[in-house]
């Protein structure tokens, strides 16, 4: 292939441009070899004429196809230079906002300069697993690929980040480090990250400084290494600075500042806390104002400073220890501002002892002021004979101040830095690490010096170790493919590295130089001119004798000399170390002592110690005599030589970081800038070494795929290997065989050669094209000449015809035309005649009757002017008298619109809102009914008030005629006057009291007349009230009933939506906590196993008989029955109860079951509200009467209430008697043996007394009962008297006011019972007064009495009301009936006999259904009763049984035993009875060892049906100890499977399907009536008689929560690696190729070399199992939906997501074959009938994007289509899709920005999330539906292979 073959006509080249570095031109005319000129056409239509040098015939480089712009690797374009990788990368930043582009090994970073939505935790996940070249590029990609090589190679790993100052490095390793954080799973979650960015604000405080370039530059390097466990978890980090600019501390250029922390200190130096320091504004210090302006535009160092202290405090740094620190900065300033007086001699200088400077920097530092005084002027000299003191010049003090600044702060670094060491330090051992390197890039300013020099031999130093490992990574790649390779020519830097470090180099130089007492800079400079003048990577500069050239890899640097030595001594004299080692406070001597005791470095490798060094990178320094002997530069020289050998033992990863702009704009590229940098960081030297070999590379499949067109037919057809096929075809087209290689798997080109085969392509569709367009032109043509010609002789037959056709037309229309002349001339004359004649005659008319009509006329209107004239005076006189009598009316109408506008005003005030009208008129009409049901209701009382006083005078009169015989009966026996005295002053009081209620009566029945009167004047005010207001409300009504309605139905819908939501995320909220649980209690188990093997391997092994196990018998209450707080409490708990039951603790269980109890209940409060709001607006009367029935309710479950308590009261103590007599009997037994009957009698004669004693205590408990529930009726009614009868004047019983308590009231009762029952003498009744409190007793029993009429009354109005009810359905069933006979009387005979069968049926069906309704509940009561008796029974027998010694006793036994035996012979009612030791058994056959294949051919679910048959039967022996064990073993046996089994998904689903089944039976059987609607007669026999387990229902439902996640999560498991390679890249329509852009390439190391591709039959057929697995099993259809719309939704995000991060999937193609593969999910839906279950819909964003990569992308229609079609997507999904599109071939077009800005401005009004990816994790609520049973218990079978023939069918 020739040149000129190359550079023809319309090809398109690059040529250089002096502002954007290359532009782009097409060549106009052919190339020929020796053209001096190229002929190019600019893109702005210019020509240009390129000069070509005939001797270097260097041709301007070519442009690549426009198919590959855009590429994510830089190494896939076909022709490698500067221009295509500057231009791809401009593409891909500035049109399709990609920041991320590969370059081979490397991943260059631009930096945006704003925040980007692709950092987010589910970018995380979607690239975590993934391989490098899967996915586009991104800085979570080298991550991910660093982390999989450090799991799977078990090798340490580096990521090193390189560029400018400002290009993005610390947020680029920022992002490494959160994406190990996530991926690692530290135990702390993100802590080590937390802390590591904790540090950050103080590193760049101490460490960062504004430049020219950056305001913020980092003037070291750091290496952080992230440790990590076996099981690749975050442990620990480790930081390591590299090359502190010191030298900023006391010089910095223009523009310039110091470090950040000088500024900052010195902006809050008016704190209170800082007035020590003595510090003012940064101007007024030396070491900070050297560089001119001290602030920087935008940033506020109060602020920064703010933050620098917090960030210590977070790090552990003390208070003390900050001041500290902040006082050594302050020194450090002060000793810039100390000032030098020199002497006469000019040999030496002094200070002055008044200097404020000085003071402060010796107060701050804690030293004495004199030494340094001294030892600041003056140096040590020690010889081998004696020691002098020697003066320094002012310029020597002020190198050495300068070096002691440095030294400080250098030292105060390192403080620093260690200390954030220790807070990341951890003692757990070490197995991996991965190391981020954050450091500069190589540097270049105008006036370059020592720091520049080091920099940029580190550069040289990274980048030799870049370029080896480049050209390893390219030999390991042709080894592994079998091709021949040769040494590939790179640019090897090892010559300039040697000019730097090698012996004699420039830094042997300097360290002589600086080992000469008198060493200059100038000679220094000198020495490198001669040594090194004739290296070709050293030169001198032509106008300088002080500065030298070194020519780097990426640019010629010039250094001067200026300095060197001095920054490379370092010289800091010992007598200034001794003076502040000797400070008084301890940190500032902790500095200096710390150089006496330097930390070994440990090695790098997989042999490390367990622990992470905690020291600087700079290797430590020993003190000599007079100076420090190791140099900056040799300090430098090892701490990089170790940096090398920490990357070399490990595996880098590359990430450059590119700075678009030095303004900082958002996506703006400066191609100066950019190329700059690119030469500099080494991406051009990566694309020159790719280009030097073999860069594009294609798989035998797609090449086969691509370039199939360039094959002839007879090679396409043959059926051979695509190698050779793939090889014919090369031959043929490229006849050099340099230019191509063919691997083992791939196909190996050299650069240009893919442009070329894509040339030869588009040649072959150009000319293909062509031939096309000409058959199609020329077929196209011919048909429209067969048209015309064919139309035009059909033109002329018509035409022809047409004339023939008029022209006999025309002949017969003149003839006919000479007829009609005739005629008509005829008519004419004869219509002319006629006509004169008839205007003669109608003249003549006319003229005779206007004479008449003249003199008619006259004669009448002198009539009529008579009758005007007498009706018009009399309308004057009629005018006059209306004018009167409409000023008298208007006069009127002014007075009374007056009076209206006041009535008028007044009314609209009271009637301003209708609403309060509407329940103002509905409160009246309500309190007219009630105030006439309150007459009503007096009257009654009145009435019942009266005979009660009758029947209490009557009682009273017995009570005294009673007490009269008692009293003369104790006047015969004593005559004793006193005490019949007293008892008469009794009877007198008595007497008086029965007045003074006479008076109440009184009063009580005037206030009764009175308040009626008033109530009668009241109710009549109210009715014409009420009728005026009627009329308003009818008016009011009709206007608003319309308005009212709509709104409370759309209120009634809002709500409902709202509960709906409210409570689906609650349930979800409720399952995540669910799911922590789980996952809290599986890391427990793991803990828990791991402490185990600990102890086992530690210490003694336990037996396996004090080993736990997941089948104790701990109770759940043993911790959770009181809530537990903290977790110090809990911890606290678990160790007193024990590890094992803590394991088995419900408390979070429980918490929850009362949460979502709660929710219901407000959900059911909700919906009761909308009901009453709904009835009260249609029926208010309806709510009265509920109120009244919710009254007698809540007095009845008070009275159950008191009634339960005292019951169980009573039975407590029935049962202390029945112990007490047993044990009297015992007694007796054991001292009368012989006598075994008469202790029987003995025994039955105690429990016939026991009995009556029982029998006497529950009347009088029912008593006490009653008057409870009487009392607490009467308080309420009297509450609700004083609600209602609030404004009314009260006239009530003295009595009545005091409060009396119930129990006094029950107690007085007590006391007047037991004072009729005694018989005792009246001395003893009436001691202490306890007639009188027998007389308060009667009082409140009258009360009390009154109370129970009220209730009896009461009661009976509900009678009546009921039987008004029956009446009425009496009537209505009369009134069916009557209607059925008068349709029967319209049938025929047979149709009668027939209809009346039917109605006789139905009749006697219904009485049927009732009889055994009743028959099953006496059948229930008979049971009950029955199993009480039986209970009873036992208890007697077991009692015998232990007493017996007597034959009898055996004999009844025996009799026992044969009652025993004969039930057992009773037919099988569903329960299986096992004793308490086989529990375990049951666990284990049923559930631990069971297999589903086991139980596959028997009823699904049968464990579940044999576990409630159980449970039954325990329910039925009223042992709640088994039912409470039974169940707390089978839950935790299926947790045990479940745990055993976390990725078999017929198991979870098998006990899943069990789990719901025996939730689903004990709702069935629970007894509650709206669980058993459906349940049949013979169903609701087996119900729970004894116990409510509605809280193990709970635990099951939240269990079967937990194993429907893990479910789930089995699935996804199965399906996520299937689904990118079914639904994306799989070609399920074949034909479709081409979908993969040229060049692509898996990049990734870690990729395996086996075929992981999936078909989407591969989908579906695990749907399939999925499905028939769950389906067999039982599973509820309910739930098999969710799991598979929760499945669809993962394949959906899944696919999604890989399509917004994957740029070669979209395209039109990849857009066909998405829509094809999701109609056939869409199909496998419908044919499963699982199209009602949602999971379609969750196809709908996948479905979108497909669509969207087939529609139009180019007008303003088509960005509106897209914007109405993609609802289901986001604004950042649509735009994302749009800059991804790729095209397949050059016939189609781009996606344009201005397209995409349109489609952008068109979706601002969408208030989308910010998110990009969708969460696949994401999870729906999960409901588990009642599904009751058609089975009943007996009908069960449980086969033998079960091995549960322990249990007994009871």
Same mark, same amino acid.
Not at 767 to 790: D, L, N, P
């Given at each position: 292939?020739?040149?000129?073959?190359?550079?023809?006509?319309? #090809?398109?080249?690059?040529?250089?441009?002096?502002?954007?570095?290359?532009?782009?031109?097409?060549?106009?005319?052919?190339?020929?070899?020796?053209?001096?000129?190229?002929?190019?056409?600019?893109?702005?239509?210019?020509?240009?004429?390129?000069?070509?040098?005939?001797?270097?015939?260097?041709?301007?480089?070519?442009?690549?196809?426009?198919?590959?712009?855009?590429?994510?690797?830089?190494?896939?374009?076909?022709?490698?230079?500067?221009?295509?990788?500057?231009?791809?990368?401009?593409?891909?930043?500035?049109?399709?906002?990609?920041?991320?582009?590969?370059?081979?090994?490397?991943?260059?970073?631009?930096?945006?300069?704003?925040?980007?939505?692709?950092?987010?935790?589910?970018?995380?996940?979607?690239?975590?697993?993934?391989?490098?070249?899967?996915?586009?590029?991104?800085?979570?990609?080298?991550?991910?690929?660093?982390?999989?090589?450090?799991?799977?190679?078990?090798?340490?790993?580096?990521?090193?980040?390189?560029?400018?100052?400002?290009?993005?490095?610390?947020?680029?390793?920022?992002?490494?480090?959160?994406?190990?954080?996530?991926?690692?799973?530290?135990?702390?979650?993100?802590?080590?990250?937390?802390?590591?960015? +904790?540090?950050?604000?103080?590193?760049?405080?101490?460490?960062?400084?504004?430049?020219?370039?950056?305001?913020?530059?980092?003037?070291?390097?750091?290496?952080?290494?992230?440790?990590?466990?076996?099981?690749?978890?975050?442990?620990?980090?480790?930081?390591?600075?590299?090359?502190?600019?010191?030298?900023?501390?006391?010089?910095?250029?223009?523009?310039?500042?110091?470090?950040?922390?000088?500024?900052?200190?010195?902006?809050?130096?008016?704190?209170?806390?800082?007035?020590?320091?003595?510090?003012?504004?940064?101007?007024?210090?030396?070491?900070?104002?050297?560089?001119?302006?001290?602030?920087?535009?935008?940033?506020?160092?109060?602020?920064?400073?703010?933050? =620098?202290?917090?960030?210590?405090?977070?790090?552990?740094?003390?208070?003390?220890?900050?001041?500290?620190? !902040?006082?050594?900065?302050?020194?450090?300033?002060?000793?810039?501002?100390?000032?030098?007086?020199?002497?006469?001699?000019?040999?030496?200088?002094?200070?002055?002892?008044?200097?404020?400077?000085?003071?402060?920097?010796?107060?701050?530092?804690?030293?004495?002021?004199?030494?340094?005084?001294?030892?600041?002027?003056?140096?040590?000299?020690?010889?081998?004979?004696?020691?002098?003191?020697?003066?320094?010049?002012?310029?020597?003090?002020?190198?050495?101040?300068?070096?002691?600044?440095?030294?400080?702060?250098?030292?105060?670094?390192?403080?620093?830095?260690?200390?954030?060491?220790?807070?990341?330090? #951890?003692?757990?051992?070490?197995?991996?690490?991965?190391?981020?390197?954050?450091?500069?890039?190589?540097?270049?300013?105008?006036?370059?010096?020592?720091?520049?020099?080091?920099?940029?031999?580190?550069?040289?130093?990274?980048?030799?170790?870049?370029?080896?490992?480049?050209?390893?990574?390219?030999?390991?790649?042709?080894?592994?493919?079998?091709?021949?390779?040769?040494?590939?020519?790179?640019?090897?830097?090892?010559?300039?590295?040697?000019?730097?470090? +090698?012996?004699?180099?420039?830094?042997?130089?300097?360290?002589?130089?600086?080992?000469?007492?008198?060493?200059?800079?100038?000679?220094?400079?000198?020495?490198?001119?001669? *040594?090194?003048?004739?290296?070709?990577?050293?030169?001198?500069?032509?106008?300088?004798?002080?500065?030298?050239?070194?020519?780097?890899?990426?640019?010629?640097?010039?250094?001067?000399?200026?300095?060197?030595?001095?920054?490379?001594?370092?010289?800091?004299?010992?007598?200034?170390?001794?003076?502040?080692?000797?400070?008084?406070?301890?940190?500032?001597?902790?500095?200096?002592?710390?150089?006496?005791?330097?930390?070994?470095? +440990?090695?790098?490798?997989?042999?490390?110690?367990?622990?992470?060094?905690? $020291?600087?990178?700079?290797?430590?320094?020993?003190?000599?005599?007079?100076?420090? @002997?190791?140099?900056?530069?040799?300090?430098?020289?090892?701490?990089?030589?170790?940096?090398?050998?920490?990357?070399?033992?490990?595996?880098?990863?590359?990430?450059?970081?590119?700075?678009?702009?030095?303004?900082?704009?958002?996506?703006?590229?400066?191609?100066?800038?950019?190329?700059?940098?690119?030469?500099?960081?080494?991406?051009?030297?990566?694309?020159?070494?790719?280009?030097?070999?073999?860069?594009?590379?294609?798989?035998?499949?797609?090449?086969?795929?691509?370039?199939?067109?360039?094959?002839?037919?007879?090679?396409?057809?043959?059926?051979?290997?695509?190698?050779?096929?793939?090889?014919?075809?090369?031959?043929?087209?490229?006849?050099?065989?340099?230019?191509?290689?063919?691997?083992?798997?791939?196909?190996?080109?050299?650069?240009?050669?893919?442009?070329?085969?894509?040339?030869?392509?588009?040649? @072959?569709?150009?000319?293909?094209?062509?031939?096309?367009?000409?058959?199609?032109?020329?077929?196209?043509?011919?048909?429209?000449?067969?048209?015309?010609?064919?139309? /035009?002789?059909?033109?002329?037959?018509?035409?022809?015809?047409?004339?023939?056709?008029?022209?006999? /037309?025309?002949?017969?229309?003149?003839?006919?035309?000479?007829?009609?002349?005739?005629?008509?001339?005829?008519?004419?004359?004869?219509? +002319?005649? &006629?006509?004169?004649?008839?205007?003669?005659?109608?003249?003549?008319?006319?003229?005779?009757?206007?004479?008449?009509?003249?003199?008619?006329?006259?004669?009448?209107?002198?009539?009529?002017?008579?009758?005007?004239?007498?009706?018009?005076?009399?309308?004057?006189?009629?005018?006059? !008298?209306?004018?009167?009598?409409?000023?008298?009316?208007?006069?009127?109408?002014?007075?009374?619109?007056?009076?209206?506008?006041?009535?008028?005003?007044?009314?609209?005030?009271?009637?301003?809102? /209708?609403?309060?009208?509407?329940?103002?008129?509905?409160?009246?009409?309500?309190?007219?009914?009630?105030?006439? *049901?309150?007459?009503?209701?007096?009257?009654?009382?009145?009435?019942?008030?009266?005979?009660?006083?009758?029947?209490?005078?009557?009682?009273?009169?017995?009570?005294?005629?009673?007490?009269?015989?008692?009293?003369?009966?104790?006047?015969?026996?004593?005559?004793?006057?006193?005490?019949?005295?007293?008892?008469?002053?009794?009877?007198?009081?008595?007497?008086?009291?029965?007045?003074?209620?006479?008076?109440?009566?009184?009063?009580?029945?005037?206030?009764?007349?009175?308040?009626?009167?008033?109530?009668?004047?009241?109710?009549?005010?109210?009715?014409?009230?009420?009728?005026?207001?009627?009329?308003?409300?009818?008016?009011?009504?009709?206007? %608003?009933?319309?308005?009212?309605?709509?709104? %409370?139905?759309?209120?009634?819908?809002?709500?409902?939506?709202?509960?709906?939501?409210?409570?689906?995320?609650?349930?979800?909220?409720?399952?995540?906590?669910?799911?922590?649980?789980?996952?809290?209690?599986?890391?427990?188990?793991?803990? $828990?196993?791991?402490?185990?093997?600990?102890?086992?391997?530690?210490?003694?092994?336990?037996?396996?008989?004090?080993?736990?196990?997941?089948?104790?018998?701990?109770?759940?209450?043993?911790?959770?029955?009181?809530?537990?707080?903290?977790?110090?409490?809990?911890?606290?708990?678990?160790?007193?109860?024990?590890?094992?039951?803590?394991?088995?603790?419900?408390?979070?269980?429980?918490?929850?079951?009362?949460?979502?109890?709660?929710?219901?209940?407000?959900?059911?409060?909700?919906?009761?509200?909308?009901?009453?709001?709904?009835?009260?607006?249609?029926?208010?009367?309806?709510?009265?009467?509920?109120?009244?029935?919710?009254?007698? *309710?809540?007095?009845?479950?008070?009275?159950?209430?008191?009634?339960?308590?005292?019951?169980?009261?009573?039975?407590?103590? &029935?049962?202390?008697?029945?112990?007490?007599?047993?044990?009297?009997?015992?007694?007796?037994?054991?001292?009368?043996?012989?006598?075994?009957?008469?202790?029987?009698?003995?025994?039955?004669?105690?429990?016939?007394?026991?009995?009556?004693?029982?029998?006497?205590?529950?009347?009088?408990?029912?008593?006490?009962?009653?008057?409870?529930?009487?009392?607490?009726?009467?308080?309420?009614?009297?509450?609700?008297?004083?609600?209602?009868?609030?404004?009314?004047?009260?006239?009530?019983?003295?009595?009545?006011?005091?409060?009396?308590?119930?129990?006094?009231?029950?107690?007085?009762?007590?006391?007047?019972?037991?004072?009729?029952?005694?018989?005792?003498?009246?001395?003893?009744?009436?001691?202490?007064?306890?007639?009188? &409190?027998?007389?308060?007793?009667?009082?409140?029993?009258?009360?009390?009495?009154? /109370?129970?009429?009220?209730?009896?009354?009461?009661?009976?109005?509900?009678?009546?009301?009921?039987?008004?009810?029956?009446?009425?359905?009496?009537?209505?069933?009369?009134?069916?009936?009557?209607?059925?006979?008068?349709?029967?009387?319209?049938?025929?005979?047979?149709?009668?006999?027939?209809?009346?069968?039917?109605?006789?049926?139905?009749?006697?069906?219904?009485?049927?259904?009732?009889?055994?309704?009743?028959?099953?509940?006496?059948?229930?009561?008979?049971?009950?009763?029955?199993?009480?008796? *039986?209970?009873?029974?036992?208890?007697?027998?077991?009692?015998?049984?232990?007493?017996?010694?007597?034959?009898?006793?055996?004999?009844?036994?025996?009799?026992?035993?044969?009652? #025993?035996?004969?039930?057992?012979?009773?037919?099988?009612?569903?329960?299986?009875?096992?004793?308490?030791?086989?529990?375990?058994?049951?666990?284990?056959?049923?559930?631990?060892?069971?297999?589903?294949? =086991?139980?596959?051919?028997?009823?699904?679910?049968?464990?579940?049906?044999?576990?409630?048959?159980?449970?039954?039967?325990?329910?039925?022996?009223?042992?709640?100890?088994?039912?409470?064990?039974?169940? =707390?073993?089978?839950?935790?046996?299926?947790?045990?499977?479940?745990?055993?089994?976390?990725?078999?998904?017929?198991?979870?689903?098998?006990?899943?399907?069990?789990?719901?089944?025996?939730?689903?039976?004990?709702?069935?059987?629970?007894?509650?009536?709206?669980?058993?609607?459906?349940?049949?007669?013979?169903?609701?026999?087996?119900?729970?008689?004894?116990?409510?387990?509605?809280?193990?229902?709970?635990?099951?439902?939240?269990?079967?929560?937990?194993?429907?996640?893990?479910?789930?999560?089995?699935?996804?498991?199965?399906?996520?690696?299937?689904?990118?390679?079914?639904?994306?890249?799989?070609?399920?329509?074949?034909?479709?190729?081409?979908?993969?852009?040229?060049?692509?390439?898996?990049?990734?190391?870690?990729?395996?070399?086996?075929?992981?591709?999936?078909?989407?039959?591969?989908?579906?057929?695990?749907?399939?199992?999925?499905?028939? #697995?769950?389906?067999?099993?039982?599973?509820?259809?309910?739930?098999?939906?969710?799991?598979?719309?929760?499945?669809?939704?993962?394949?959906?995000?899944?696919?999604?997501?890989?399509?917004?991060?994957?740029?070669?999937?979209?395209?039109?193609?990849?857009?066909?074959?998405?829509?094809?593969?999701?109609?056939?999910?869409?199909?496998?839906?419908?044919?499963?009938?699982?199209?009602?279950?949602?999971?379609?819909?969750?196809?709908?964003?996948?479905?979108?994007?497909?669509?969207?990569?087939?529609?139009?992308?180019?007008?303003?229609?088509?960005?509106?289509?897209?914007?109405?079609?993609?609802?289901?997507?986001?604004?950042?999904?649509?735009?994302?899709?749009?800059?991804?599109?790729?095209?397949?071939?050059?016939?189609?077009?781009?996606?344009?920005?201005?397209? %995409?800005?349109?489609?952008?401005?068109?979706?601002?009004?969408?208030?989308?999330?910010?998110?990009?990816?969708?969460?696949?994790?994401?999870?729906?609520?999960?409901?588990?539906?009642?599904?009751?049973?058609? &089975? =009943?218990?007996?009908?069960?079978?449980?086969?033998?292979?079960?091995?549960?023939?322990?249990?007994?069918?009871?």
């Amino acid at each position: 292939m020739s040149v000129a073959e190359l550079y023809t006509k319309y #090809t398109r080249v690059w040529i250089p441009d002096p502002e954007d570095v290359w532009k782009s031109a097409e060549i106009i005319k052919d190339y020929k070899e020796g053209d001096k000129t190229l002929q190019l056409k600019l893109e702005d239509e210019t020509i240009q004429e390129y000069p070509i040098d005939p001797k270097a015939n260097k041709l301007p480089f070519l442009r690549n196809p426009d198919i590959l712009v855009g590429e994510n690797d830089l190494t896939a374009l076909s022709y490698l230079h500067e221009p295509a990788v500057l231009h791809n990368l401009k593409i891909r930043f500035l049109e399709s906002n990609h920041i991320y582009t590969y370059c081979g090994i490397v991943l260059v970073a631009i930096n945006p300069y704003e925040q980007l939505p692709i950092y987010g935790q589910d970018v995380i996940y979607a690239y975590s697993g993934q391989n490098m070249g899967d996915m586009d590029p991104h800085i979570f990609a080298v991550a991910e690929e660093a982390y999989k090589q450090m799991a799977r190679d078990e090798k340490n790993q580096s990521i090193i980040v390189s560029g400018e100052s400002g290009a993005g490095k610390t947020v680029s390793a920022k992002y490494a480090m959160r994406f190990f954080a996530s991926v690692g799973g530290s135990s702390s979650e993100t802590n080590i990250e937390e802390k590591v960015l +904790a540090s950050s604000p103080i590193m760049e405080a101490i460490g960062n400084a504004k430049t020219t370039r950056n305001d913020n530059s980092s003037r070291f390097g750091k290496y952080i290494q992230i440790g990590f466990d076996k099981r690749y978890r975050i442990i620990g980090a480790n930081m390591r600075t590299y090359l502190l600019e010191k030298s900023r501390v006391v010089f910095q250029a223009e523009d310039e500042r110091n470090y950040h922390i000088f500024y900052q200190l010195c902006a809050s130096a008016g704190l209170p806390e800082f007035k020590d320091l003595s510090l003012t504004c940064a101007e007024d210090f030396f070491y900070t104002s050297l560089g001119g302006d001290t602030s920087i535009e935008g940033v506020d160092d109060a602020e920064d400073f703010e933050r =620098t202290r917090n960030a210590f405090t977070l790090l552990g740094v003390k208070d003390s220890h900050q001041m500290t620190i !902040f006082k050594i900065l302050a020194a450090i300033l002060h000793l810039g501002n100390v000032g030098l007086q020199a002497e006469r001699d000019g040999e030496s200088c002094s200070l002055s002892k008044q200097d404020e400077h000085l003071h402060n920097f010796c107060r701050l530092l804690g030293v004495e002021h004199t030494q340094m005084e001294h030892w600041l002027c003056h140096r040590k000299l020690v010889t081998t004979s004696e020691t002098y003191i020697k003066n320094m010049s002012v310029q020597q003090v002020v190198n050495a101040r300068n070096a002691l600044a440095k030294h400080i702060y250098a030292q105060l670094f390192n403080w620093i830095v260690q200390h954030i060491n220790k807070a990341l330090y #951890t003692t757990v051992k070490q197995h991996s690490f991965i190391g981020v390197l954050d450091i500069y890039g190589f540097e270049t300013f105008e006036v370059n010096s020592f720091e520049q020099f080091c920099i940029n031999y580190a550069n040289e130093k990274l980048q030799q170790q870049f370029n080896s490992h480049v050209f390893k990574l390219e030999q390991e790649e042709y080894m592994k493919e079998q091709i021949p390779w040769t040494l590939i020519d790179f640019y090897d830097n090892q010559p300039c590295i040697d000019l730097i470090e +090698a012996k004699l180099g420039i830094l042997d130089l300097l360290d002589e130089e600086c080992k000469v007492p008198k060493g200059t800079d100038q000679n220094w400079a000198q020495k490198l001119y001669d *040594r090194h003048g004739s290296s070709q990577h050293f030169q001198k500069p032509r106008m300088s004798n002080i500065s030298f050239i070194v020519v780097h890899f990426a640019d010629k640097v010039e250094y001067q000399c200026d300095g060197f030595l001095e920054k490379n001594r370092d010289t800091v004299y010992e007598e200034q170390i001794n003076i502040l080692k000797a400070s008084k406070y301890p940190m500032v001597a902790d500095l200096f002592h710390d150089e006496k005791d330097p930390v070994p470095a +440990a090695p790098a490798g997989k042999g490390a110690s367990s622990k992470i060094n905690i $020291r600087s990178a700079r290797p430590t320094m020993k003190a000599a005599n007079k100076e420090h @002997k190791k140099t900056v530069g040799h300090q430098f020289r090892n701490s990089l030589h170790l940096l090398m050998e920490t990357l070399n033992a490990t595996t880098p990863h590359y990430v450059r970081c590119i700075k678009p702009n030095d303004e900082k704009l958002p996506f703006s590229f400066d191609p100066k800038r950019a190329v700059q940098q690119l030469r500099a960081c080494g991406v051009l030297e990566t694309i020159r070494i790719s280009a030097a070999g073999y860069p594009s590379r294609w798989t035998y499949h797609d090449f086969m795929n691509r370039y199939r067109v360039l094959m002839k037919k007879r090679d396409v057809s043959k059926k051979e290997d695509k190698k050779v096929a793939c090889k014919t075809l090369l031959e043929s087209l490229i006849k050099d065989p340099d230019k191509f290689q063919f691997g083992r798997t791939k196909i190996f080109f050299r650069a240009g050669q893919v442009a070329y085969l894509e040339k030869l392509r588009a040649d @072959k569709f150009r000319a293909a094209t062509i031939m096309i367009q000409k058959t199609v032109r020329g077929w196209f043509q011919r048909m429209i000449y067969r048209r015309m010609r064919e139309s /035009a002789i059909r033109i002329q037959r018509h035409a022809r015809g047409f004339l023939a056709r008029r022209l006999a /037309a025309r002949l017969r229309q003149t003839k006919a035309a000479i007829v009609f002349q005739k005629q008509y001339r005829m008519v004419e004359v004869r219509r +002319a005649y &006629l006509a004169i004649l008839k205007a003669v005659i109608t003249i003549q008319a006319f003229t005779r009757g206007m004479f008449v009509r003249r003199s008619y006329q006259k004669m009448l209107m002198e009539h009529k002017a008579t009758v005007i004239q007498k009706h018009a005076r009399a309308w004057l006189a009629r005018k006059r !008298f209306a004018r009167f009598r409409s000023a008298a009316v208007v006069v009127q109408c002014y007075f009374r619109r007056m009076k209206a506008k006041r009535e008028l005003k007044t009314l609209k005030i009271e009637a301003r809102s /209708a609403e309060h009208l509407k329940r103002l008129n509905i409160g009246m009409e309500n309190k007219v009914v009630q105030l006439q *049901r309150k007459v009503d209701e007096q009257n009654k009382e009145y009435k019942l008030l009266n005979e009660q006083l009758s029947t209490v005078t009557s009682t009273y009169s017995v009570e005294i005629s009673k007490l009269q015989k008692e009293l003369q009966r104790y006047q015969q026996k004593n005559e004793d006057e006193n005490q019949i005295t007293n008892l008469q002053e009794e009877i007198d009081t008595l007497r008086l009291a029965l007045e003074k209620a006479h008076g109440e009566r009184k009063i009580v029945e005037d206030t009764y007349t009175k308040e009626k009167d008033v109530l009668q004047k009241r109710i009549s005010d109210l009715e014409e009230e009420n009728v005026l207001l009627k009329q308003e409300k009818e008016n009011l009504n009709n206007k %608003i009933l319309c308005q009212t309605e709509d709104e %409370i139905s759309q209120n009634a819908v809002e709500e409902n939506l709202l509960m709906k939501k409210e409570l689906n995320e609650e349930r979800t909220r409720y399952q995540n906590l669910v799911k922590e649980y789980s996952s809290l209690e599986q890391r427990y188990d793991n803990l $828990r196993d791991e402490m185990t093997i600990i102890k086992q391997t530690s210490g003694h092994r336990r037996n396996p008989s004090n080993q736990s196990s997941l089948e104790s018998d701990s109770n759940y209450p043993s911790i959770s029955t009181s809530e537990i707080g903290d977790t110090e409490d809990a911890i606290q708990q678990v160790e007193e109860v024990g590890v094992e039951k803590a394991a088995m603790d419900m408390t979070l269980f429980l918490k929850l079951q009362k949460r979502v109890r709660e929710l219901e209940q407000e959900r059911k409060k909700l919906q009761s509200q909308l009901e009453k709001k709904d009835s009260e607006s249609k029926k208010s009367q309806v709510i009265e009467t509920k109120n009244e029935m919710d009254l007698d *309710r809540d007095t009845d479950l008070a009275y159950n209430s008191l009634k339960r308590q005292e019951l169980e009261s009573e039975n407590k103590k &029935l049962k202390n008697d029945l112990n007490e007599l047993r044990k009297a009997v015992v007694d007796r037994v054991a001292q009368n043996n012989n006598c075994s009957h008469d202790i029987y009698d003995s025994y039955s004669l105690l429990l016939n007394q026991l009995k009556s004693a029982n029998e006497e205590l529950e009347v009088r408990k029912e008593e006490v009962l009653i008057l409870r529930t009487q009392i607490i009726k009467a308080a309420q009614q009297k509450d609700a008297g004083r609600n209602m009868e609030s404004n009314n004047i009260q006239t009530v019983w003295p009595n009545s006011d005091k409060h009396v308590d119930p129990e006094d009231a029950i107690e007085a009762y007590h006391g007047v019972c037991q004072t009729n029952r005694k018989t005792e003498d009246w001395g003893y009744l009436n001691e202490d007064g306890e007639l009188g &409190l027998a007389y308060q007793g009667l009082k409140q029993v009258a009360r009390l009495l009154e /109370a129970q009429l009220q209730e009896q009354k009461r009661n009976h109005e509900e009678e009546l009301e009921k039987l008004e009810e029956e009446m009425q359905a009496l009537r209505g069933e009369m009134e069916k009936q009557q209607e059925a006979f008068y349709q029967t009387l319209q049938l025929s005979p047979e149709a009668q006999v027939e209809f009346g069968i039917q109605q006789e049926i139905t009749r006697l069906t219904n009485e049927n259904l009732d009889l055994k309704e009743l028959l099953e509940k006496l059948e229930k009561n008979e049971r009950k009763l029955k199993k009480q008796l *039986r209970i009873y029974m036992k208890k007697v027998q077991d009692y015998e049984t232990d007493q017996a010694v007597i034959q009898t006793e055996k004999q009844q036994h025996e009799l026992s035993r044969q009652v #025993t035996v004969q039930r057992k012979e009773k037919d099988f009612q569903g329960m299986l009875e096992y004793f308490k030791e086989d529990e375990q058994f049951i666990i284990k056959n049923l559930i631990t060892d069971l297999k589903p294949q =086991t139980v596959s051919a028997t009823v699904p679910c049968l464990p579940a049906y044999i576990l409630y048959m159980c449970i039954r039967h325990a329910d039925y022996i009223n042992d709640d100890h088994k039912v409470h064990s039974l169940l =707390t073993s089978t839950i935790n046996g299926i947790k045990k499977v479940l745990k055993k089994h976390n990725d078999d998904f017929e198991m979870t689903s098998f006990w899943l399907a069990n789990t719901c089944r025996l939730l689903h039976c004990l709702k069935q059987y629970s007894g509650d009536a709206g669980f058993m609607t459906q349940n049949t007669a013979k169903q609701n026999e087996h119900c729970l008689i004894n116990f409510d387990l509605t809280e193990y229902r709970q635990v099951l439902s939240d269990l079967s929560i937990q194993i429907y996640q893990q479910l789930i999560k089995i699935a996804e498991g199965v399906l996520q690696p299937m689904i990118v390679t079914a639904v994306l890249e799989n070609e399920s329509i074949q034909s479709l190729s081409g979908i993969k852009p040229m060049g692509y390439r898996k990049r990734s190391s870690s990729m395996e070399n086996t075929d992981n591709s999936y078909t989407l039959e591969a989908i579906i057929h695990q749907l399939n199992t999925f499905h028939s #697995t769950m389906y067999d099993q039982g599973l509820d259809p309910e739930i098999i939906q969710q799991v598979v719309k929760q499945l669809f939704y993962m394949i959906n995000a899944v696919a999604l997501n890989n399509l917004l991060l994957r740029k070669d999937v979209c395209s039109w193609s990849t857009g066909m074959q998405l829509r094809f593969n999701i109609s056939q999910l869409e199909e496998w839906l419908r044919g499963k009938n699982l199209h009602q279950s949602g999971a379609a819909k969750t196809l709908e964003p996948l479905i979108q994007a497909a669509q969207l990569l087939q529609l139009k992308k180019k007008t303003s229609e088509d960005a509106e289509a897209i914007c109405s079609l993609c609802t289901s997507l986001t604004m950042q999904q649509i735009v994302k899709i749009l800059n991804l599109y790729t095209p397949v071939n050059e016939f189609e077009e781009r996606v344009t920005v201005a397209f %995409i800005r349109n489609v952008q401005a068109l979706l601002q009004e969408r208030n989308d999330p910010p998110q990009l990816l969708l969460d696949f994790k994401f999870m729906f609520p999960v409901l588990f539906p009642f599904s009751p049973s058609s &089975l =009943t218990m007996d009908s069960i079978h449980i086969p033998a292979s079960l091995g549960l023939d322990f249990l007994m069918k009871v």
